[in-house]
């Protein structure tokens, strides 16, 4: 288990992680027989490339007192990740997915085994005080707020007593609509917790959806109404587009890659790239070019953290 000589932390966050079975040949996942073992889960991949860069970053889960959760917590050990919060739950088991593995850039099938997981019983008991007091960042997904009514009671509790001792908060709505009983739903959650955050960093299709507007601008423009301080909306290939509560704005270009092998994760990739080069003191466009270029990582291996960069392979930007 990873401490703290201080106990202080750069970044922390909440989610559920799974064990992930990568498929080893293309093509129907059923007929697939043997896979790669992986970690996943979205806030795990954005701890995980934290802690590659450097920052100190804990992760507040459960896991099952199984096979899978064993594998989770030995992977957060080998990543540096501090997970005195987890929970070693008892009664219910670590999830599981299976991923099929795709060769021209198409999203791969994934098929999820996580109802009634140990993560999706994470509540307001979860709260440690000192232990995120102990933090200068939370950032918070929509999965971990889609996983199950006290998951998402968590995040809100977690997301206002940190504003409250003044951290910084980003928030990524990462839209599972298959877990929520709404669009509807979903749509009222998750823009009452974004409103919590200072950085909220939607996908162009997601911004659509969460907010009803199709120009990014009028994305922006809906979540700054409600106090956030900068949106930045990812745009695909076009790269990504920002606004700040200042009335600053601008593209950022895409970094384009020749081999586009899985897309999975990529968000989770740019998210890194943010959430570092801001706590770093860098500009907002500045930051966006680090997330891209993370999220280009990202996307030319199989695995949802696989390319996310240490620091030297970084390199300088």
Avoid at 224 to 230: Q, S, T, W
Avoid at 232 to 257: H, M, N, S, Y
Avoid at 280 to 300: M, V, W
Wanted: charged residues 25%.
């Amino acid at each position: 288990m990873t401490t703290h000589q201080n106990g202080t932390l750069d970044v922390v966050t909440i989610g559920e992680a799974m064990a992930m079975f990568v498929a080893r040949e293309a093509g129907d996942l059923a007929a697939a027989e043997t896979f790669i073992k992986r970690a996943a889960g979205a806030e795990l991949n954005v701890a995980i490339g934290l802690a590659r860069l450097g920052l100190k970053v804990g992760w507040v889960s459960r896991v099952g007192d199984d096979t899978f959760g064993r594998f989770i917590c030995h992977q957060l050990d080998k990543e540096g990740i501090d997970h005195r919060q987890v929970s070693i739950d008892k009664r219910y088991p670590t999830g599981f997915q299976l991923k099929s593995k795709v060769e021209v850039g198409s999203d791969p099938l994934v098929e999820y085994f996580r109802k009634g997981s140990a993560a999706s019983h994470l509540s307001v008991d979860d709260f440690d005080h000192d232990y995120f007091g102990s933090a200068r960042h939370l950032h918070l997904s929509g999965v971990a707020a889609a996983v199950s009514d006290s998951s998402l009671e968590l995040l809100k509790h977690t997301a206002k007593e940190m504003r409250a001792r003044g951290k910084s908060i980003s928030f990524d709505p990462n839209l599972r609509p298959v877990l929520w009983r709404s669009e509807d739903d979903m749509r009222k959650q998750l823009n009452q917790l974004a409103e919590y955050a200072d950085w909220v960093l939607p996908g162009e299709n997601e911004g659509v959806i969460l907010t009803g507007h199709r120009q990014p601008e009028a994305i922006a423009d809906f979540y700054l109404d409600k106090g956030v301080k900068a949106v930045v909306i990812k745009t695909g290939c076009d790269g990504a587009w920002f606004k700040t509560a200042g009335g600053e704005k601008g593209q950022v270009e895409a970094i384009l890659v020749d081999n586009v092998v899985d897309t999975v994760g990529a968000g989770d990739g740019f998210a890194v790239g943010v959430i570092s080069a801001l706590l770093e003191g860098k500009t907002l466009p500045q930051a966006i070019r680090r997330g891209n270029k993370i999220g280009s990582l990202a996307i030319q291996v199989i695995g949802d953290s696989e390319g996310l960069p240490t620091r030297q392979q970084l390199g300088d930007d």
